[in-house]
């Protein structure tokens, strides 16, 4: 809340207006991690507000601390349990936090770790703001600037980025100059120019890693949508509206995007535009095949730039004893402690005096007055051992999605030029946004019309897009509620319910599976065949789709499965039996079926979710 805001909130509570102010020097200034430090407030105010308002601090989890330079990593935990990161950096011009935005991300750029676990869940404006506010009180020393360049792309989560800012910039509190605060975007567009509008004197710092549309495309799924012409366009925008210089983010990857002839077409991508450009050689993820360009690669690179007129860093690498690069440690954390993300509905968000209690164990949906049980999901897709991209896409919310109480969707895409993955990622942002502001309380209705509204959506793309013609995906979508699943399903991903043996749910609409119905093959020869992989429905192929449905009944003990094909073509129906029945804890579950895809050859994409509906119900 701002100044105003809050000074409306402590009238409703029948304080007198000044305590408002109070308040928020407290919270804004004093950087106070709970009320009861809050002491020349009157105990009965702090009464009151403790009764009437949650006030949230994140919780440290871990901090490493480089030798080298005082580089600090924190990974902090919200109050649901998601774990995030952020980063001091010590200059001499003063101490920089650089901070996440969301937990986790959707943008999946191919060099980020941040990217490998999908998104969670947008960050509210406090819980951006309590980074800065807990890593300055940790060290007792000022920040002065800030970069939005952790975990999460900030044009994503943008009401909350520019509550954020406003606060974190507001004279009485932090008052943190605008002209210290840099916004890192991968490239989204339509919020470029609305950020220009507000007319901040923010930097904007852009990941380009690419000078070529196609190889950008490779990199970064987000060029399918925006292409390169539209992007500069926003950034010269950019710059006419706030007189910023605009900062390019370059990622330096050994063999892909550090030739001579990506340095002559970045120089000519980027003449004539006032800005500046930061040379990273990529931090290695150990799941991506990307290794930093070699020093001497560096070099030429900066030097082709610089004779082109272009002005350019290479940035100085800070903490490259600890885990250095973006989400990291978040990942390790999550992977140690066989912790769950907790995934909640795209879009939502809680603001600092408006907390509930989401996650409690019955939660009133408002919308339909249900009562909805906890569940417990592990989410995970990995691109194999073999393919150049993960066209698979992934999406669990144990919390409510509009009128569901659940949702759960795993979508293996198909296409060339990178179509696939777009098909997979879109079908699911859609279905997800479609369930989101569906006036039906019916699961059934709400994912076939989802899925309806997905396969028109894929097909007017392909309209406009020549090169995205015959992209698709098959989709597998469950929803859970105290006694019974239900599923959709296009394609031949799949779910299972596992307890005393293991029970395949959907149907697969492939052309060996119509054979074994016809009774043409066995299903030991289906397993073989060699048209196995070819389906006969997609999201996305024709004008009609059929969407397959399901509703069964849960029994105590049911685990339940989604998955593609990566897995069920490289795991016996019996080893997943064994595993889901082996590991108690879903994340471990989910982590074991994917690495018995890959030790078993992992020819294909992998994605898993693995479902305890009986987590919470002991
Ligand atoms: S680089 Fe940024 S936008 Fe891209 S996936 Fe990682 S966190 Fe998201």
């Not at 840099?182 to 901040?200: H, M």
């Not at 959907?506 to 093959?521: A, K, N, Y």
Request: aromatic share 6%; with cysteine.
């Amino acid at each position: 809340m701002n100044l105003n805001e809050l000074t409306e909130f402590v009238k409703a509570l029948g304080e007198k207006p000044f305590r408002a102010k109070q308040l928020y020097q407290w919270m804004h200034k004093n950087l106070a991690a709970s009320i009861d430090e809050m002491t020349n407030l009157p105990g009965r105010f702090r009464e009151n507000l403790k009764e009437n308002a949650a006030f949230i601090s994140l919780q440290q989890a871990d901090v490493q601390i480089s030798g080298q330079d005082g580089t600090r990593k924190y990974l902090f935990m919200l109050e649901d349990e998601n774990v995030i990161e952020s980063v001091l950096m010590r200059y001499k011009f003063g101490n920089s936090a650089c901070i996440s935005s969301q937990a986790g991300c959707r943008m999946g750029c191919r060099f980020c770790a941040s990217a490998l676990g999908g998104f969670v869940r947008n960050l509210t404006p406090s819980e951006m703001l309590d980074q800065v506010y807990r890593i300055e009180r940790g060290i007792g020393e000022r920040i002065s600037h800030v970069v939005v360049m952790g975990t999460g792309e900030p044009f994503d989560n943008y009401d909350a980025l520019l509550r954020f800012l406003t606060l974190l910039s507001d004279e009485n509190g932090q008052n943190i100059g605008q002209r210290n605060i840099t916004v890192s975007t991968c490239g989204i567009v339509p919020n470029i120019y609305r950020f220009a509008d507000e007319k901040l004197q923010i930097t904007l710092a852009v990941s380009l890693h690419a000078a070529f549309q196609e190889k950008r495309e490779r990199l970064m799924p987000v060029a399918l949508r925006y292409d390169l012409k539209e992007l500069l366009d926003a950034c010269k925008y950019y710059f006419s509206k706030t007189g910023r210089r605009i900062t390019f983010e370059y990622a330096l990857a050994s063999g892909e995007n550090d030739s001579a002839s990506d340095a002559e077409e970045l120089s000519r991508l980027l003449s004539g535009i006032n800005c500046h450009v930061n040379l990273i050689p990529v931090n290695p993820v150990k799941e991506r095949a990307f290794t930093a360009s070699g020093h001497s690669f560096v070099l030429a690179f900066k030097n082709k730039l610089e004779k082109n007129g272009i002005n350019v860093t290479i940035r100085r690498e800070l903490g490259r004893d600890i885990d250095a690069a973006c989400g990291q440690l978040r990942k390790r954390y999550i992977e140690n402690a066989g912790r769950t993300a907790v995934h909640s509905p795209i879009g939502q968000t809680i603001d600092a005096l408006e907390h509930t209690d989401r996650f409690s164990r019955t939660d009133d949906t408002k919308n339909t007055g249900r009562q909805v049980e906890v569940m417990r999901s592990s989410s995970i897709t990995d691109i194999g051992m073999h393919r150049k991209m993960n066209q698979d896409s992934v999406y669990a919310s144990d919390a409510p999605v509009g009128n569901l109480p659940n949702l759960y969707l795993v979508a293996d895409g198909m296409g060339g030029h990178n179509a696939g993955e777009y098909a997979s990622r879109h079908t699911i942002e859609t279905i997800v946004s479609s369930a989101g502001d569906s006036p039906h309380t019916r699961p059934e209705t709400i994912l076939e019309e989802a899925v309806c509204r997905a396969n028109k959506e894929l097909l007017a793309m392909a309209a406009d897009h020549p090169s995205m013609w015959g992209m698709g995906t098959t989709i597998v979508a469950a929803v859970i509620t105290k006694d019974k699943i239900y599923a959709a399903n296009v394609g031949d991903s799949r779910l299972y319910i596992v307890n005393d043996g293991i029970c395949q749910v959907t149907r697969d609409h492939s052309f060996v599976e119509e054979m074994v119905r016809r009774g043409e093959i066995d299903r030991e020869s289906a397993r073989n065949h060699p048209d196995k992989n070819i389906i006969t429905r997609a999201v996305g192929a024709v004008e009609e789709i059929e969407t397959d449905l399901f509703e069964t009944e849960l029994k105590t003990g049911d685990k339940i499965l989604l998955c593609s094909d990566g897995l069920t073509n490289m795991v016996e129906d019996f080893e997943i039996y064994n595993i889901i029945k082996e590991q108690e804890d879903t994340a471990r579950a989910a982590e074991e079926l994917l690495h018995a895809a890959n030790r078993n050859g992992g020819r294909d994409n992998i994605t898993v979710i693995v479902i305890d509906p009986f987590s919470d119900r002991a």
